[in-house]
């Protein structure tokens, strides 16, 4: 990942998680309501995803700068990144950053997608579906929107 100089890679991933939850805003908020195309609600779940990652990993590098330790564990590191965040999100933010970190990775690893009635479906491993409704993004929307403003007050104080 490329950074730009004088910048630190936790404020330029958030500048990305930002930049894909406006992305999000805006297809859910004011193009669905236009086109009423249910394929936009998987391009919203890609920036949704993208915001997800990028939230998850500006947190972990910014405890790094502060002295933290992070392995190469991936499991761990999210174990951390849920502990270390309670400083400046909710349950409910952390909670839903979790059940989308799973959805993501899940998604990227083994998965199959559709789209049925208002729904973008995403099958895992055959079995489990998980379904994104425009309602469900919406309320994805809003609260990444509120880490995302918690984390760059927590940031600018520490």
Known sequence: ???????DLD???FSKADHSI???????YIIYPLLKDE???????????????????????????KGVYLGQDKK????????Y???FLTLEEIQTISHLFEIVEQYN????????????????????TE???LDKVKAYINILKSALQKFKAYSAAN
């Not at 990942?1 to 910048?7: A, C, K, S, T, Y």
């Not at 789209?115 to 491993?125: E, L, P, Y």
């Open 109 to 128: 690893t083994n998965s199959i997608d559709f789209i049925r009635k208002d729904s973008f479906i995403i099958m895992i491993n055959g079995s489990k």
């Open 39 to 65: 394929k936009l609600l998987k391009q919203v779940f890609k920036e949704i995803s993208t915001c997800t990652i990028n939230i998850i990993n500006a947190t972990l590098y910014h405890a790094h700068k």
């Open 22 to 28: 406006r992305a999000a805003d805006h297809l859910a």
């Open 131 to 133: 379904s994104i409704t």
């Open 11 to 13: 404020i330029e991933l």
């Open 1 to 7: 990942m490329e950074v730009q100089e004088g910048r």
């Open 85 to 87: 965040s309670l400083k």
């Open 76 to 83: 761990q590191n999210f174990d951390f990144f849920k502990k």
